[in-house]
């Protein structure tokens, strides 16, 4: 009888800290959080949302941003111009910031184009969707990873890819 009443109040036992932990191992997704989310956008959640659970869900979902952020010598802000005039934020960085980050910022219209920066250097390169960023959020992400006293290092050619155009002489 003993030994029942025992094994009916292990079997308890563990069976609220399985629940307990099926609860505690919700997955990031089922929880609303993405794989891409850093902790500084857990830090920005906390400061408008005071749910302290949420917070701290957030903060077990999050990437840590590495200290070692590369270097870019040259970024390019590639848009439609359709969606240049319907997206207030981009137009506003382009006509009010661009020219902070000149000439190593280059803005580029070309039909179709979803916003986004592609940035290249000898750190390699890397593109960014900025869709839904506002002017400040580019401002930071540039000023974090464009190096504006980097040079380029000259492009060294071999002799086959050069070519010669000679201009027709009127004789």
Same mark, same amino acid.
């Given at each position: ?5 025992l ?7 563990c ?5 307990? %932990?099926? $609860?505690?191992?919700? #997955? ?11 902790? #500084?956008?857990? /830090?920005?959640?906390? &400061?408008f949302?005071? /749910?302290?659970?949420?917070?701290? /869900? =957030?903060?077990? =979902? =999050?990437?840590?941003? #590495?200290?070692?952020? *590369? ?9 439609? %111009? ?14 009010k910031?661009? $020219? +902070?980050? &000149?000439? @190593?910022? *280059?803005v ?5 184009? #979803? ?7 000898? !750190?390699?390169?890397? @593109? ?6 506002? !002017? +400040?959020?580019? +401002? &930071? ?8 006293n980097?040079?380029?290092?000259? *492009?060294?050619? $071999?002799?086959? /890819?050069?070519?010669?155009?000679? *201009?027709?002489?009127k004789?």
């Amino acid at each position: 009888m003993r030994l029942s009443a025992l094994l009916l109040t292990l079997l308890a036992v563990c069976g609220t800290a399985l629940a307990a %932990q099926e $609860k505690k191992e919700l #997955s990031c997704d089922e929880l609303g959080f993405t794989a891409e989310a850093s902790c #500084s956008d857990c /830090d920005t959640l906390e &400061e408008f949302v005071k /749910d302290e659970e949420l917070v701290a /869900d =957030c903060h077990n =979902c =999050c990437t840590r941003e #590495s200290t070692d952020v *590369k270097k870019y010598s040259k970024a390019e802000l590639i848009i439609d %111009q359709w969606r240049y005039n319907s997206l207030p934020q981009i137009k506003d960085f382009v006509e009010k910031r661009a $020219k +902070a980050y &000149e000439p @190593a910022l *280059k803005v580029t219209f070309a039909h179709g184009a #979803s916003p986004k920066l592609r940035l290249s250097g000898s !750190a390699g390169s890397e @593109a960014v969707r900025i869709d839904n960023w506002k !002017a +400040a959020n580019i +401002a &930071e992400f540039l000023d974090e990873r464009l190096d504006l006293n980097a040079k380029d290092e000259p *492009k060294k050619y $071999k002799a086959k /890819d050069v070519t010669y155009v000679m *201009k027709n002489k009127k004789k």
